[in-house]
């Protein structure tokens, strides 16, 4: 796996707050999403977490075309940025500041180290807490996209849409898209990817798909 001592440790230390905080999710590094590659990602049967970990050895030139596909593709997306990008210039009144400057509204952010919000109390937004649950889905046309043709094929059966044995990945997923709900979509594409083979990933979880 790429990616810097520095990159690791961050990494690392989310995974091991994910397995602690989200128990039924399955955790794996480095998940492709659209054009992008989330760096860790909590897949649990309903739910899709994105994490992206900013060191303070990257640069943050991708971040806005990442939270954008993370948030349009996933039910949360997560940000986990060094405290050397957090601003720390004391507001005018002298409180201590701590603020990540750079846009990512669409996306949750933590500061790593976690903060000390005694001596920032400013900054308990930063804090590393579960994003909530909430009815707010991706995009399902897009969001099946996850999944690979076969597994597209096996979700396509499994709530009987027609997929014929040369039928595309697009047809396939337009008949989804329009066919089920919501929640059946996102069990779907969670089912598929908490089975779905990774070079580093917990070990599969969940029922056979």
């Not at 897009?142 to 499994?158: G, I, S, V």
Request: charged share 25%; aromatic share 8%.
């Amino acid at each position: 796996m790429a990616g810097s001592p520095s990159e690791r440790a961050i990494r690392d230390s989310v995974a091991a707050w994910a397995r602690r905080s989200l128990p039924e999710a399955r955790i794996v590094h480095e998940l492709v999403v659209g054009e992008c590659r989330a760096d860790l990602a909590a897949i649990e049967p309903e739910r899709l977490i994105l994490f992206e970990v900013k060191s303070e050895k990257d640069t943050l030139d991708r971040l806005p075309r990442q939270v954008e596909t993370f948030s349009r593709l996933a039910h949360a997306a997560v940000v986990v940025a060094h405290e050397k990008w957090f601003d720390r210039i004391p507001y005018n009144n002298g409180t201590p500041r701590l603020v990540f400057p750079h846009d990512a509204r669409r996306a949750h952010v933590w500061c790593w180290p976690e903060v000390d919000t005694a001596a920032y109390p400013m900054a308990f937004v930063y804090r590393w807490q579960a994003p909530r649950t909430s009815l707010r889905q991706p995009r399902a046309y897009d969001f099946l996209q996850l999944m690979w043709r076969d597994e597209m094929a096996t979700e396509a059966a499994r709530h009987r849409i027609s997929a014929g044995p040369r039928a595309s990945m697009v047809a396939m997923a337009e008949q989804m898209a329009y066919l089920m709900t919501g929640r059946e979509i996102a069990q779907a594409v969670c089912r598929q990817l908490r089975q779905r083979p990774f070079p580093e990933a917990d070990p599969p979880k969940g029922e056979t798909p």
